[in-house]
């Protein structure tokens, strides 16, 4: 089955204490994502990957790090998390025409005190 | 660049009834349009697609979406709202420039569904 899971789903963190979350397809997708998911905003994108070692900014990265050292995965870091970064996060991937859609993962609830 | 508006951020409807969610888009090139839902506690499902096909666009669960050029207008319509309907719907462009096609959200619509 053509899925994104990320890893974990819930997780409630202090500040400062560094985490990854953990995103995987097995569509063999060029692109993936991050977005995160506030009330009243919709979702922004945080990092994109166009490929292997090919990552770049999104609309609001600060804070964030994500790395793309294999083609399936693409974690997303916060080095020193703040009560700002609590948020709904989705993974997502697509293929490289600009006409498919992107396949989302489950989300990951995260709450940072 | 690209953008899209979702009028209303909460709609109600009767089962049964019509649904129309309504999305406005902002593009200077054809856009590639799409519809996702989002159930409670899980991540994205994409309903339709426009790709610059047929205008009148089928998706799943019984959703459609026109989209019209001279109103830059993509709603997403229903002939009868059914009770597992209840979701939140957001309507996205792909943008061309900056992040080498990412996906422009609206703010999305929550529609909520009564017996």
């Known amino acids: 089955e053509a899925q994104v899971t990320q890893n974990p789903r819930y997780l409630i963190t202090v500040t400062g204490k560094k985490l990854t979350v953990t995103c995987s397809q097995n569509m063999n997708h060029e692109y993936m994502s991050w977005y995160r998911q506030d009330p009243g905003l919709g979702l922004r994108q945080i990092y994109y990957s166009m490929n292997v070692e090919v990552t770049d900014k999104g609309d609001v990265p600060e804070g964030y790090k994500v790395s793309r050292k294999e083609k399936r995965n693409f974690p997303l870091i916060l080095e020193s998390p703040s009560p700002n970064q609590t948020s709904l996060y989705f993974c997502?991937?697509?293929?490289?025409?600009?006409?498919?859609?992107?396949?989302f993962g489950q989300g990951t609830r995260l709450t940072v005190v | 660049a690209q953008s899209v508006t979702q009028l209303g951020s909460h709609v109600s409807v009767s089962e049964g009834a019509l649904v129309l969610l309504r999305c406005n888009y902002s593009s200077s090139v054809p856009p590639y349009l799409f519809w996702y839902v989002q159930y409670p506690n899980q991540g994205l499902q994409l309903l339709l697609k426009?790709?610059?096909?047929?205008?009148l666009v089928k998706g799943i669960n019984g959703f459609e979406a026109e989209f019209k050029k001279s109103e830059t207008s993509f709603h997403l319509t229903k002939p009868s709202a059914h009770m597992s309907d209840a979701a939140e719907y957001f309507c996205?462009?792909?943008?061309?420039?900056?992040?080498?096609?990412?996906?422009?959200f609206g703010k999305g619509t929550k529609l909520s569904v009564k017996p």
């Open positions: 997502a991937s697509r293929g490289f025409s600009l006409n498919t859609e992107a396949f």
């Open positions: 996205a462009v792909r943008n061309y420039g900056g992040s080498q096609g990412n996906l422009i």
């Open positions: 426009y790709t610059s096909a047929a205008t």
